[in-house]
């Protein structure tokens, strides 16, 4: 079963940064478009970004345009996510996955243990 291993988690106060790594193996990592995906405490797990196979073309979601930035190195089998102006409202499970597709859809439902992310005030 393939299941991404994401890092780079923590404590952070308003207004500060984090990147997360993602570690991708089990499928040909270069030929994927990768997501980000969050679930805070008492919703549903929702998009955040995605970029494609080619790394040409990036998704965000509305709430993290202009603060977050998705990478992705191929030769590393490695996902990013560069966090900025982080908000007490980015709190939440962050979790990498393989899309279905250049949508914002997983491939499957094969979630990894996701990583902490939590913002103070």
């Known amino acids: 079963q393939v299941q991404p291993v994401e890092s780079g988690g923590g404590l952070v106060q308003t207004g500060g940064s984090l990147r997360l790594s993602c570690a991708a193996s089990g499928r040909t990592f270069s030929s994927y478009s990768m997501g980000w995906f969050r679930q805070a405490p008492g919703k549903e797990r929702e998009f955040v970004a995605s970029?494609?196979?080619?790394?040409?073309?990036?998704d965000y979601a509305d709430f993290v345009k202009g603060r977050f930035i998705i990478s992705r190195d191929n030769a590393k089998n490695t996902l990013y996510l560069q966090m900025n102006s982080l908000k007490v409202e980015d709190t939440a499970v962050y979790y990498c996955?393989?899309?279905?597709?250049?949508?914002?859809?997983?491939?499957?439902?094969?979630w990894g243990q996701g990583t902490q992310v939590t913002v103070s005030s």
């Open positions: 996955t393989f899309l279905r597709g250049w949508v914002r859809e997983p491939l499957g439902d094969n």
């Open positions: 970029i494609h196979w080619s790394g040409t073309y990036l």
